[in-house]
Nanobody, 118 residues
Framework: QVQLVESGGGLVQPGGSLRLSCVVS????????MGWYRQAPGKQRETVAR???????TYADSVKGRFTISRDNAKNTVYLQMNSLKPEDTAVYYCNADPMDLRKKAYWGQGTQVTVSS
């Protein structure tokens, strides 16, 4: 049974920082691309950042230079370091494990709320 458990969300002032973590149970972690997505009220879920099994990273233009995704294969954990947070970053953030193979299942975490407000 594969489970993704996010943590690290919360309330932060504009300009502040948060680090999200996502721990993946099961033996899939090192083989899957890992990603962070977010969904704000009334909006579609969007990709924030992804990291391939080999470590290649991609970012949404809106977070480039402010957010950093990383993975620790020994700990089955993916992180999202978020700096210089803005009110428009407010959303529920979801962790995703992507097998990069349509024949296999992708997995999602339950989400963690990030609120940027003064």
């Amino acid at each position: 049974q594969v489970q993704l458990v996010e943590s690290g969300g919360g309330l932060v002032q504009p300009g502040g920082s948060l680090r999200l973590s996502c721990v993946v149970s099961g033996s899939i972690f090192s083989l899957y691309a890992m990603g962070w997505y977010r969904q704000a009220p009334g909006k579609q879920r969007e990709t924030v950042a992804r990291v391939a099994p080999g470590g290649t990273t991609t970012y949404a233009d809106s977070v480039k230079g402010r957010f950093t995704i990383s993975r620790d294969n020994a700990k089955n954990t993916v992180y999202l370091q978020m700096n210089s947070l803005k009110p428009e970053d407010t959303a529920v953030y979801y962790c995703n494990a992507d097998p990069m193979d349509l024949r296999k299942k992708a997995y999602w975490g339950q989400g963690t709320q990030v609120t940027v407000s003064s």
